[in-house]
Structure formats: structure tokens, C-alpha cells
Nanobody, 126 residues
Framework: QVQLVESGGGLVQAGGSLKLSCATSGRTFSIRNMGWFRQAPGKEREFVAAVIWSTGSTYYAYSVKGRFAISKDNALNTVYLQMNNLKPEDTAVYYC???????????????????WGQGTQVTVSS
């Protein structure tokens, strides 16, 4: 069984930074890619960033490109999301997700991810 555990959320002022972590446990040898999604109050969950596990290629939503960076540590089976220049509109619950089946290519579709973390709250004050 695969488990994803996020950490690193919190309260920060606009312009500040936070780094989220997502540690995977269980079956880790066949990860295709991992991603970060977020859900703001009253809104649907949306794609934030993804990384292809084998190549390290990264992909971002337009709203966070240039401010957020996704990275991974293969040895620790952990994925990170460095968030800089945070804005109040970045306030949301952030979820990490792992894809173990299907294509090895990039996806930002929720239904393509097999496992999800419990989420971590990020609040950006103005």
C-alpha cells in the first residue's frame, strides 16, 4: 500500500516563501510521476505542478510558473514544492499525488493519479 504524507504548510505573509514536502512510503519502485494540486475554499481542485520521476522533467500551471519549483529526491522518495513570492490567491489546501499506472508522460489530470496525500493548508495573508 502506498502512503503520501505532506508537510510544510502554514501561514505566511504575501511575498514570503514556504516549502512543502511529500514523502512516499510503500511501493515506490514504479512511480511514473508526482504532482501537486491545490483547492481553495469554494473552488475545484486544480493542478499546480508535476515532475516526471524518471527524467526529472517539470511542468507548472501558468499561475505559478516562475514562482514555484517542484523537485524530487529519489533516495528519499520525496517530492518538494518550493513556493516563492506567495500571493493571497495561493491560499489553499495543497495535495500531493502519485501516478503508478498508465503512461510515463506528463499529465495534469486528477484522474490519472492513483494515490493522494491528506493535504496541507497554506494561508497567505495580505
Amino acid at each position: 500500500q502506498v502512503q503520501l504524507v505532506e508537510s510544510g504548510g502554514g501561514l505566511v505573509q504575501a511575498g514570503g516563501s514556504l516549502k512543502l514536502s511529500c514523502a512516499t512510503s510503500g511501493r515506490t519502485f514504479s512511480i511514473r510521476n508526482m504532482g501537486w494540486f491545490r483547492q481553495a475554499p469554494g473552488k475545484e481542485r486544480e493542478f499546480v505542478a508535476a515532475v516526471i520521476w524518471s527524467t526529472g522533467s517539470t511542468y507548472y500551471a501558468y499561475s505559478v510558473k516562475g514562482r514555484f519549483a517542484i523537485s524530487k529526491d529519489n533516495a528519499l522518495n520525496t517530492v518538494y514544492l518550493q513556493m516563492n513570492n506567495l500571493k493571497p490567491e495561493d491560499t489553499a489546501v495543497y495535495y500531493c499525488a502519485a501516478r503508478y499506472s498508465g503512461s510515463y508522460y506528463y499529465t495534469e489530470k486528477e484522474q490519472d493519479f492513483d494515490y493522494w496525500g491528506q493535504g496541507t493548508q497554506v494561508t497567505v495573508s495580505s
